[in-house]
């Protein structure tokens, strides 16, 4: 398969075939696809709430942080993160990574620009250290001044986030006008989905094992390293949908190449029902691994948002995939993605646990919520059963075992 660039040069200048018909791109090629098409919507209305203001002194437990008490906004992650084709409607914008406007880090502008987390955070906390200013360009070396503190790499599996995150550290520890132990800090991170689309070149360097095992050991390290942390770990989505995203031209036969496992099998056929056992599988483990306390202290919580897990395409009202909020390859989002991904994240980070959004379709777009009155804090506290609870659930047991004994 010749690389993504040569393949979009050579398409330029001579006609592409490929499965028997020619490809097109049916897109106006005189549009901008370097990073201004958001600019010429209509403006998003405000986002107010009753209470934006900062705890009266810098809380010392994670479990009493407000939007406003957060400094520092953070990514890790895949091409999801870092926004590749995000703001172009052409194959010429699919080498370019449009991080200032990817969902959980984008700065761009300011919220009524284009929604991301990170937008929706400054809303609240104006000096926000961390929103990406930028695109970048897909394999060329970059810089924090270009990427702000989106530290996803395309094309990274499970088993590449810890460079990610040793890269986050030593940037935050350097940083000028960081405090790296003072400051609070909000990480997103978004993996695993190219594991997914891997899975049949390596079965075992892929399975859910080993994701699970990268996992652990990089949520292991931003515990032990990074003080005053609160990390949305993003469940993964259902994958199995995005077959259906298609289109006659170029950019769509891309995903035969980036995500083969899941594209290329036939709709019945035993490879296709094993990768959706394992894309069901990654969830399942992924939120056993987060139930409980395992990774929550005093000024550290890693919280599962489960908003994506169960999401079906965006409809038209005729019934037709809305392919407005899917890029040139059929695969990725859009900016009109971008926000609602941003927006179902930030109402799952007021949410408790149990009682978080699970989104059934984009179809409709997500409505903000305000932090509440009763609750102003970013929810972190994981759910454990009570020990009332587990007494209870034993009692019958033991009381019978008791008379068992009595009998004797």
């Known amino acids: 398969m010749l690389p993504t660039r040569v393949l979009i040069v050579v398409c330029l200048l001579a006609a592409c075939h490929a499965d028997g018909f020619t490809l097109k791109e049916e897109e106006d090629f005189n549009q901008d696809v370097l990073g201004t098409d958001f600019l010429r919507r209509r403006l998003h209305p405000s986002f107010l709430c009753p209470d934006m203001s900062p705890s009266p002194t810098v809380p010392t437990s994670v479990e009493f942080v407000k939007a406003a008490d957060v400094k520092v906004i953070a990514a890790l992650g895949d091409s999801l993160t870092t926004a590749i084709g995000a703001n172009g409607s052409t194959i010429l914008s699919i080498p370019f990574e449009f991080r200032q406007v990817s969902w959980s880090i984008g700065g761009y502008g300011t919220y009524q620009n284009v929604i991301t987390l990170a937008n929706i955070f400054r809303l609240f906390s104006p000096r926000l250290l961390g929103p990406s200013p930028a695109r970048t ?48 800090k909000v990480v997103t991170m978004l993996i695993g989905m190219n594991d997914i689309c891997d899975y049949c070149k390596d079965k075992t360097l892929f399975s859910p094992d080993n994701f699970i095992h990268y996992m652990t050991e990089a949520l292991d390290t931003m515990m032990k390293e990074i003080p005053r942390t609160i990390v949305n770990v993003v469940q993964i989505l259902s994958m199995k949908p995005l077959r259906d995203v298609q289109r006659p031209t170029l950019g769509c036969q891309l995903q035969k190449s980036f995500c083969s496992c899941l594209v290329q099998p036939e709709e019945n056929s035993s490879e296709l029902k094993e990768l959706v056992e394992i894309n069901t599988e990654f969830q399942r483990r992924l939120e056993k691994l987060l139930h409980g306390e395992r990774f929550f202290k005093k000024d550290f919580a890693v919280v599962l948002q489960p908003y994506l897990e169960k999401a079906e395409l965006p409809q038209l009202p005729d019934g037709a995939i809305d392919l407005s909020f899917f890029t040139a390859d059929c695969f990725h989002f859009t900016v009109k993605g971008h926000e609602e991904l941003a927006k179902g994240l930030w109402n799952n980070m007021f949410q408790p646990v149990g009682e978080k959004e699970v989104i059934e379709t984009f179809s409709e777009p997500v409505k903000l919520l305000c932090p509440s009155k009763e609750h102003p804090y970013i929810y972190t506290r994981p759910r454990v059963e009570s020990s009332a609870a587990t007494l209870k659930r034993f009692s019958v047991p033991l009381m019978s075992l008791l008379s068992v004994f009595n009998s004797l």
């Not at 989106?150 to 940083?175: C, E, P, W």
């Open 137 to 184: 360009f897909h394999g060329q070396p970059t810089t924090v001044n270009e990427t702000g503190f989106n530290f996803a790499v395309t094309g990274h599996n499970t088993l590449n986030v810890s460079d990610q995150i040793r890269h986050m550290i030593d940037t935050f520890k350097s940083y000028p006008g960081l405090s790296f132990e003072e400051d609070w």
